[in-house]
């Protein structure tokens, strides 16, 4: 199984921070470690917390935050929604809904991520 971690630039209301990435297709959101959300903006309560299933069998992760931030993958301007993750073992997550949406294309076989420019050239500039 090949895994796919990229320094992607992420862009809140307070700030910005490079953050090493994980492309995962087997996580349906993407989430974020609350280490890094700080300096990036302030997060929103989710309505109700929610309760995630982790890999290790019976045990669930409560998640009651969220925020909205900008980011870039090869300069180009994506923005979406991350679950702030207690404990997340990696700096940023991005998940399959995320990708789905910004119809980003993983490449084990040579360890990139492509995205096609066209599908962000609706935003502003």
Not at 1 to 17: F, R, W
Not at 24 to 32: P, T, V
Not at 41 to 52: A, D, E, Q, Y
Request: proline share 5%; with cysteine.
């Amino acid at each position: 199984m090949s895994v796919i971690k990229l320094p992607l630039l992420y862009v809140g209301s307070k700030g910005e921070a490079h953050l090493l990435s994980l492309f995962d297709s087997g996580a349906n959101l993407s989430c974020i470690n609350p280490d890094f959300v700080g300096k990036l903006g302030k997060p929103s309560k989710l309505g109700r917390p929610r309760s995630v299933a982790t890999a290790a069998e019976g045990h669930y992760i409560e998640i009651k935050e969220r925020i909205t931030l900008d980011f870039y993958l090869n300069d180009v301007l994506l923005s979406d929604e991350f679950l702030v993750v207690p404990s997340l073992s990696e700096e940023a997550v991005i998940g399959a809904a995320t990708m789905q949406k910004w119809r980003i294309k993983l490449d084990f076989e040579h360890d990139t991520v492509n995205v096609d420019p066209k599908v962000a050239k609706m935003q502003l500039k």
